[in-house]
Antibody, heavy 122, light 110 residues
């Protein structure tokens, strides 16, 4: 059974860089039909997509966050990561990693991690 | 402000049926497939519906999805108290080149 687990600091200071990792177990991160993504949810609000990455390292980012976001993948560790720079209080949210199944015409997030709360505060 | 529009809340009695709408535009729902996610209190979202109307293995047929034009709809029949959750719709937006979600709908089973 595929499982995803987020890890990283729960508290980040304003203007610093948020760094999170997602470890995939029960399956390979190198599957051809899958992208791997980050989605966040500010307290009491809806979901916001951040970025996706393919196992080859190909990425695409939310245009509204693109200037501050970097995703990377480490296939040897079955892990992918997120870096979000110059954070502010508006970046406080629960951050989820997820697997995105992709076909020729559609895609969906079929497996999610449990989420990790990141608070931006001094 | 979410790209997709959902009602903030819906409610119905146990055993009844409820529908949740998700309104978009030609750049997202109008030309792409809709997925739906259930988020029970304090937990991560869970895939309920993909490709507008397909259910993953293990999702009961009380849950259904449909799409017409630039709107998607989630239907839940035989409501149970355990269905109380937030429901989110999502799709790809071809103009934004981004995954987009609705603001979420809180379902209360009275």
């Amino acid at each position: 059974q595929l499982q995803l687990l987020e890890s990283g600091p729960g508290l980040v200071k304003p203007s610093e860089t948020l760094s999170l990792s997602c470890t995939v177990s029960g399956g390979s991160i190198s599957g051809s039909a899958y992208y791997w993504g980050w989605i966040r949810q500010p307290p009491g609000k809806g979901l916001e997509w951040i970025a996706n990455i393919y196992y080859t390292g190909s990425t695409y980012y939310n245009p509204s966050l693109k200037s501050r976001v970097t995703m990377s993948v480490d296939t040897s560790k079955n892990q992918f990561s997120l870096r979000l720079s110059s954070v502010t209080a508006a970046d406080t949210a629960v951050y989820y990693c997820a697997r995105r199944t992709t076909t020729v015409v559609s895609s969906w997030f079929d497996t999610w991690g449990q989420g990790t709360l990141v608070t931006v505060s001094s | 402000q979410s790209v997709l529009t959902q009602p903030p809340s819906v409610s119905a009695a146990p055993g009844q049926k409820v529908t949740i709408s998700c309104s978009g535009s030609s750049s997202n729902i109008g030309n792409n497939y809709v997925s739906w996610y259930q988020q029970l209190p304090g937990t991560a979202p869970k895939l309920l519906i993909y490709d507008n109307n397909k259910r993953p293995s293990g999702i009961p047929d009380r849950f259904s999805g449909s799409k017409s034009g630039t709107s998607g709809t989630l239907g839940i029949t035989g409501l149970q108290t355990g269905d109380e959750a937030d429901y989110h719709c999502g799709t790809w937006d071809s103009s934004l080149s981004a995954e987009v979600f609705g603001g979420g709908t809180k379902l209360t089973v009275l």
